[in-house]
Structures are given as structure tokens and as C-alpha cells.
């Protein structure tokens, strides 16, 4: 069977981070394209000669010519611009959507038939314009947030509970960052809900309701240690598991950034919910039922993100 071929959009900390994590899980050669060119064949021949010591044989190079992203099956795309202290992802958005609006007729003339996964800021409304502007079917055009913000909230949850970040699931919709809406109801240790494990004293409102804080600002509290740039490693892996999920056809349930068509009440926007992510691409989206105050969080988040879709409107037509 021939090697699957994965394009990396943007060389950058993410991008190199994705090329590094596809190496070593042998997911695919890698094609990774940068507007600098030089860090791209760099970084990659830099991976490249670490899969003798960990044992893979991933293909890799840079680029910044379109045409070697011909054929892939997956396209991960970082390109643009990251926070810097005192940001929002929100103000990224004059930056960001000309960016992907290039990065998605790219896609178009060489590899319409891939999946792709948006990682790049403000992440609903930067799939949107990749969508609009590739032209490429819906499930085929998806974003890349909830599984880091839920594995955000997993491992604060592990924490809290003092237990293997293994056992505990979290449920997370909505957009990207402070409208998340976590529902705690649906997060789980070994299969207990949250609510059932203050119940038993295992922790209290209050603290859980500290967590949640800390999830929706997650990003911050990075962007905020750096001091320049943006969490990388968290989200690469978590673009990983839904490349993989894709190439291996294992229909994992993942959160993510999908159009959505009348589920949730909402008709005509990207954003946060669990999916079935297959060969297909995004086969099935979960609908689950709210609480009015669930419900209420939710159309606050899609309030957000429509704002922002109509603000790249006007930037990218
Ligand atoms: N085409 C291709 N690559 C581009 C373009 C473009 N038009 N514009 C910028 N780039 C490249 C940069 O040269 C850089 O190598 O995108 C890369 C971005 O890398 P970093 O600055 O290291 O940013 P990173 O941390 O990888 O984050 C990228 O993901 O999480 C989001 O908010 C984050 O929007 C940001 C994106």
C-alpha cells in the first residue's frame, strides 16, 4: 500500500511540531509549504534525519510552490499569524483570513479532494473562508479546537480528581475559546458524570467551575508564559488525532468545527461539536439535547462566531 501524503500548510511551530508527531506515528510523507520556504525544507530535513534513531521512514520536505501539495490526502494548515500577549484570537482575524483565503485556492487547483483541517485563528471563522474560498465539500473542510479544549479540560479535570487523564472524558462545544461551552454533565471519570462526582465528594462546584474558567482561557495562560507565540505542541497533537482518524477510517468521536445544517437550531455555520470523523471525512455529527441554560451558552458562542464570519466576509468577499 503506498504511503498516505500529508501537506502541512505554514512550517511554523505548530507546522513543525505536526511534521514531527507524523513521523514518529508513521502516518505518511510529508509535503510542508511556508511562505518561507527555507524554514520548510529545513525543518523537514531536520525530522527527516531523526527517523533513523526513532525508526520511521516518513519522506519529508519543504516547499513554497503549490504544486507539491499535489495528491494529499490531508492538508493541515497553520499558515498565519499567532497571538501575541494582550491579543484575543479574535483580533488575528484582518491577518489571518487573507491568509487562508490564498491557502485555500492552493487547495483548490491541487489536492480538491483531500481533507483539510484548519488550525490557524480565529479557528470557526478561518474555516469558513477556507471553505467559501476552496469550493471543497463541507465534510471534507473541518476545525481543528474542540479536542484541544476538551483535552484542556481532561487534564485539569485529572488533575482535580488525582486520577489518569485516561479515564476522564469531557464534552466541549460551541466556538473557539471564551464562548466554550464545556458540559460538564456529559464529562466523565470511567463513565461517572461530573455532576455525580460532586455529588460524592469528590471535589465542589466552585472548583469545577474555576476549571471551566481556566479551559476557555487556556490559550492565554500560554500565550501569557511564551511571551511570543502560541501554545503548539496541545494542538498538534490534537490535529494528529483527527488526521488520523481520517486516514485510518476509525470514526472516532472528536469534537470539531462543522458545518452545521439545522442540528443544535442552528443552519449555515462552522462550529464546535462532536463528529464522527471517518474516511468520509465528517460522517456524522452528535446531536445531543440542552439545557436552556446549555442552550442559551451555545447560541451566545454561535452569536461570536457569526460575528467573525461576517467580519472575514468583508475581508476575503
Ligand atoms: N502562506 C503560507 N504560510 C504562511 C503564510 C502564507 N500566506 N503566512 C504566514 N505563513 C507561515 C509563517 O511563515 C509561519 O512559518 O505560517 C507559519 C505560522 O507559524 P507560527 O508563527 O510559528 O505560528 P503557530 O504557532 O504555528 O500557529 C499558527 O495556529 O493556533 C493557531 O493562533 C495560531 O493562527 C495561529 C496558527
Known amino acids: 500500500m503506498a504511503r498516505k501524503k500529508i501537506a502541512l500548510i505554514g512550517a511554523g511551530n505548530i507546522g513543525g511540531t505536526l511534521a514531527h508527531l507524523i513521523g514518529l506515528k508513521e502516518l505518511g510523507d510529508v509535503v510542508m509549504f511556508d511562505v518561507f520556504p527555507g524554514v520548510a525544507a529545513g525543518k523537514a530535513l531536520d525530522i527527516m534525519q531523526s527517523g533513523p534513531v526513532d525508526g520511521f521512514d516518513s519522506a519529508m520536505s ?39 483565503a490564498q491557502v485555500a485556492e492552493g487547495i483548490k487547483a491541487h489536492c480538491p479532494d483531500a481533507f483539510v483541517i484548519v488550525i490557524t485563528n480565529p479557528l470557526d471563522a ?55 461551552v464545556p458540559l460538564t454533565r456529559y464529562s466523565t471519570v470511567a463513565g461517572v458524570p461530573v455532576p455525580d462526582l460532586i455529588k460524592m465528594g469528590w471535589t465542589t462546584q466552585a472548583k469545577i467551575d474555576a476549571i471551566v474558567t481556566r ?5 492565554g495562560e500560554i500565550v501569557k508564559l511564551l511571551e511570543k507565540g502560541s501554545a503548539f505542541y496541545a494542538p498538534a497533537a490534537s490535529a494528529i488525532a483527527m488526521a488520523e482518524s481520517f486516514l485510518k477510517d476509525k470514526k472516532r468521536v472528536l469534537p470539531a468545527a462543522a458545518w452545521l445544517t439545522g442540528q443544535y437550531g442552528i443552519d449555515g455555520l462552522y462550529v464546535g461539536v462532536p463528529v464522527v470523523i471517518g474516511a468520509n471525512g465528517v460522517e456524522r455529527i452528535l446531536e445531543v439535547e440542552f439545557t436552556p441554560d446549555e442552550k442559551a451558552a451555545f447560541d451566545k458562542s454561535c452569536g461570536a462566531v457569526r460575528e467573525l464570519i461576517e467580519a472575514s466576509r468583508k475581508l476575503v468577499g
Open 126 to 180: 478561518m474555516v469558513w473562508v477556507m471553505r467559501e474560498k476552496s469550493g471543497l465539500p463541507h465534510n471534507k473542510v473541518v476545525g481543528m479546537a474542540g479536542v484541544l479544549d476538551s483535552s484542556r479540560f481532561r487534564l485539569f479535570l485529572a488533575q482535580e480528581f488525582d486520577v489518569s487523564v485516561e479515564d476522564v472524558t469531557a464534552f466541549v462545544l460551541g466556538g473557539h475559546g471564551d464562548t466554550m
Open 62 to 100: 519543504g516547499t513554497g510552490d503549490y504544486s507539491a501539495i499535489a495528491g494529499s490526502d490531508v492538508v493541515i494548515v497553520t499558515a498565519g499569524f499567532p497571538r501575541m500577549p494582550g491579543m484575543s484570537r479574535d483580533d488575528l482575524v484582518s491577518k489571518n483570513a487573507g491568509v487562508i
Open 215 to 219: 479551559t476557555a482561557n487556556g490559550g
